[in-house]
């Protein structure tokens, strides 16, 4: 209706404990500003947002041709961080941060595809070790020791990065920089890795072992470079993507669980109980409003509710799916917004009360506010020539959020990589509160925070999703009461 196409926020319904507003219009686009790319001569929208570097396909290895899709990031023990940027044709590995010379921009290696290119490509880190899967015929699961990298120098201007052969046998990936293979894997769409459970789950697997009528789950407690593989689902159900963690939301049947919330493209939402990664047991199944193809989500810190996106539907539209009954979900809840654009939605994570939300063609979009409202806070689009008011799978495929100082690292389909800095004064503010509740339990009303200057801030994921963080502050004085 006319309402929907205006972009107006929408609810159906309270969400939770907290309601959703039933009218809140977003008819206008933010204005917004120019973020220049000097090295390669190209200037993208963006808002409260600094461009640190692009790498291009050449620049990141392998191939000069090729597409972007996913990406994830690690931080070593010396403190530099990396971006592991998906490719059609591999996997590279960067450097975006060092601790001794600040923001930088390196490719350091790839790991080019186990057998042929794809589309689709996806990378998570359990401890130091990349685990990667495919939907590339017969590709398995490759798995790096990241700690390689650590003190590794980058080439020469204008040189390939470093190629990263197969291991002649799994145990020298801790010995040298090289990539071991599980193939019991098959063909998989993405692969989660649940840090605390010690396990991987490996989902939207299309050509798997005969045995094997679904995900598969790993355990990688023993050895990383040699994953247990624990069972298949049985369920004929796709499962596109899924994040699992140890619950400690309202509903207090579950503490101490270990649940998982899988979104299973064209059929539903589940959510069902690890605790036992050998048995699961399903918990609840929910449908929603228009679904399409139930795409991704994550999970607020508090557990309460999931952001959702949905690949195929209505574009522009983020649902607000309230699990504070684990058995009984709500996925009715949704905004519809045009500050950002009308693009199809791929990926969205929390840091901190913030949404990072990657929006194809509209680039990466930070909101603030949720479950109440739907504020945007920041833009960075690298999708530039495309229509930020279409559907259409160009631009932005994902972005990794979780490293210190409001450094992202986003993935372009068309463009490679882009390394950006986030400006949000609220973060460091958030990460404050949240660390003096941590430490004494003062409430929000009784608690004041004063950060006059702060340095070497940073705050890491835990598999709860929530943030553990550290202040190594110069002259910063953090009061509560």
Same mark, same amino acid.
């Given at each position: 209706d006319a309402a929907l196409r205006a972009g107006r926020v929408r609810a159906e319904a309270q969400c939770g404990a907290t309601h959703v507003p039933d009218d809140v219009a977003r008819d206008t686009p933010v204005a917004l500003d120019e973020c220049v790319d000097e090295e390669h001569g190209d200037t993208y929208a963006c808002k409260n947002a600094q461009l640190l570097c692009r790498r291009t396909f050449a $620049? %990141?290895?392998?191939?000069?041709?090729?597409?972007?899709?996913?990406?994830?990031?690690?931080?070593?023990?010396?403190?530099?961080?990396?971006? %592991?940027?998906?490719?059609?044709?591999?996997?590279?590995? @960067?450097?975006?941060?060092?601790? $001794?010379?600040?923001?930088? #921009?390196?490719?350091?290696?790839?790991?080019? *595809?186990?057998?042929?290119?794809?589309?689709?490509?996806?990378?998570?880190?359990?401890? !130091? &070790?990349?685990?990667?899967?495919?939907?590339?015929?017969? +590709?398995?699961?490759q798995i790096v020791n990241l700690n390689h990298l650590e003190g590794m120098e980058a080439s020469a201007d204008g040189a390939a990065p470093l190629t990263v052969p197969k291991c002649a046998a799994p =145990?020298?990936?801790?010995? =040298? %920089?090289?990539?071991?293979?599980?193939?019991?894997?098959?063909? #998989? !769409?993405? @692969? /989660?890795? +649940?840090?605390?459970? =010690?396990?991987?789950?490996?989902?939207?697997?299309?050509?798997?072992?005969?045995?094997?009528?679904?995900?598969?789950?790993?355990?990688?407690?023993?050895?990383? %470079?040699?994953? $247990?593989?624990?069972?298949? /689902?049985?369920?004929?159900?796709? *499962? !596109?993507?899924?994040?699992?963690?140890? &619950?400690?939301?309202?509903? *207090?049947? /579950?503490?101490?669980?270990?649940?998982? /919330?899988?979104?299973?493209?064209?059929?539903?939402f589940t959510v069902f109980d690890a605790t036992d990664p050998a048995a699961p047991v399903e918990l609840s199944s929910s449908t929603y409003a228009d679904l399409a193809y139930c795409h991704q989500g994550w999970l607020s810190p508090d557990h309460t509710y999931a952001m959702m996106n949905d690949e195929l539907g209505p574009p522009g539209r983020a649902y607000v799916c309230d699990v504070s009954d684990i058995t009984q979900p709500n996925c009715d809840h949704y905004y519809e917004q045009r500050e950002l654009g009308m693009s199809s939605q791929h990926n969205e994570y929390f840091l901190g009360e913030q949404v990072y939300q990657a929006n194809y063609q509209a680039g990466v979009g930070v909101f603030s506010g949720m479950p109440t409202e739907f504020k945007l806070d920041a833009v960075f689009d690298s999708a530039r020539g495309y229509d930020r008011d279409r559907p259409g799978f160009n631009g932005v495929w994902s972005s990794y959020v979780d490293y210190a100082n409001n450094k992202v690292v986003l993935s372009d389909i068309q463009r490679g990589l882009f390394v950006v800095r986030f400006e949000l004064p609220s973060f460091q503010l958030q990460m404050a509160q949240r660390a003096l509740r941590s430490c004494g339990g003062a409430d929000d009303d009784d608690m004041h925070v004063d950060i006059r200057v702060v340095a070497n801030s940073r705050a890491r994921a835990n598999a709860h999703g929530f943030r553990k963080v550290r202040l190594a502050a110069a002259g910063a004085a953090v009061h509560a009461g």
């Open positions: $620049q %990141l290895g392998g191939s000069a041709s090729g597409s972007g899709n996913d990406i994830w990031g690690w931080t070593g023990d010396s403190g530099d961080e990396y971006a %592991l940027v998906g490719l059609s044709h591999g996997t590279a590995l @960067v450097r975006v941060t060092s601790a $001794q010379r600040g923001d930088v #921009c390196e490719p350091l290696a790839w790991v080019p *595809t186990a057998t042929v290119a794809s589309t689709w490509r996806d990378i998570k880190v359990f401890k !130091h &070790y990349a685990l990667i899967v495919s939907e590339a015929r017969g +590709h398995g699961m =145990q020298d990936g801790d010995q =040298q %920089l090289c990539w071991a293979h599980d193939t019991t894997t098959g063909n #998989c !769409h993405n @692969v /989660f890795v +649940h840090e605390s459970a =010690q396990t991987a789950y490996a989902v939207g697997c299309t050509a798997r072992p005969a045995s094997c009528q679904g995900s598969m789950v790993y355990s990688l407690a023993d050895n990383p %470079l040699t994953p $247990q593989h624990l069972l298949c /689902f049985t369920s004929a159900r796709y *499962t !596109h993507d899924i994040e699992c963690v140890d &619950y400690a939301g309202p509903d *207090t049947r /579950f503490h101490g669980k270990r649940l998982c /919330f899988a979104y299973d493209a064209g059929y539903q």
